[in-house]
């Protein structure tokens, strides 16, 4: 938000972090799970993302984050689709700071194979 010269474009700045925050924060809840359950992880990556504009006070606010995890299962128990889908659902359910937040958080999670 504070343009340049007075930032330096490299810098994570507040968004980014609070967008970051809440990808760490559904990583760590569905590894997690997942590993109670008996699933081996192979990857996870989140492409999360944040949209930003007025809100209904009319003042800039993160709108909504959008989160996107591709995942990569291996090993004798890989969860179907309606699985994985379900343990992104807990981890967003447990996640503290989704809980503590406003701002609409969507998860668009991906099952990749192995």
């Avoid at 492409?47 to 709108?63: H, I, K, P, Q, W």
């Avoid at 990569?72 to 659902?89: C, K, N, V």
Wanted: with cysteine; hydrophobic share 45%.
């Amino acid at each position: 938000m504070v343009p340049l010269p007075f930032s330096q474009a490299a810098a994570v700045d507040p968004e980014e972090a609070f967008v970051a925050s809440l990808s760490s924060c559904h990583l760590l809840w569905f590894l997690s799970i997942a590993a109670k359950r008996g699933y081996r992880v192979d990857h996870y990556v989140d492409a999360a993302t944040g949209v930003m504009g007025a809100n209904a006070e009319g003042r800039t606010a993160m709108l909504q984050v959008n989160l996107r995890p591709e995942v990569t299962f291996s090993g004798e128990r890989i969860p179907d689709a309606a699985g994985h889908e379900e343990l992104h659902q807990l981890a967003h359910h447990e996640c503290f700071i989704a809980n503590s937040v406003r701002t609409e958080i969507v998860c668009r999670p991906s099952l990749k194979p192995a």
